[in-house]
């Protein structure tokens, strides 16, 4: 098992940045796909950003396409979310997410550990 811990939230105007980190502790880091997810306020959850467990591959929603890279360092535990060009519609709780799935990249839901979720407001 695998614990999930987020940081980096806050509020921040249109067109700003920030970075999120999701720091993992328990079991081998490198053996879980990561992603980020958001949940708005009446919206249900949506997938943001995966990576898998080397790095080498990436995938992102086509609303944060450009915009929005996922990273991890294997050697840190560590996933991050670096967020650019924010706008109002970003706002949202982000959580951090990981997946046992090897060597098939996950389903939505087989993403079975989260973390607590950290809150990112943008301002217009």
């Known amino acids: 098992q695998v614990q999930l811990v987020e940081s980096g939230g806050g509020l921040v105007q249109a067109g700003g940045s920030l970075r999120l980190s999701c720091a993992a502790s328990?079991?081998?880091?490198?053996?879980?796909?990561m992603a980020w997810f958001r949940q708005a306020l009446g919206k249900e959850r949506e997938n943001v950003a995966e990576?898998?467990?080397?790095?080498?591959?990436?995938n992102y929603a086509d609303s944060v396409k450009g915009r929005f890279t996922i990273s991890r360092d294997n050697a840190k535990n560590t996933v991050y979310l670096q967020m650019n060009s924010l706008k109002p519609e970003d706002t949202a709780v982000y959580y951090c997410?990981?997946?046992?799935?090897?060597?098939?990249?996950?389903?939505?839901?087989?993403?079975?550990?989260w973390g607590q979720g950290t809150q990112v407001t943008v301002s217009s």
């Open positions: 328990g079991r081998t880091f490198s053996n879980y796909y």
């Open positions: 990576i898998s467990w080397s790095g080498g591959s990436t």
């Open positions: 997410a990981a997946a046992m799935t090897f060597p098939s990249r996950p389903r939505k839901d087989e993403y079975r550990y």
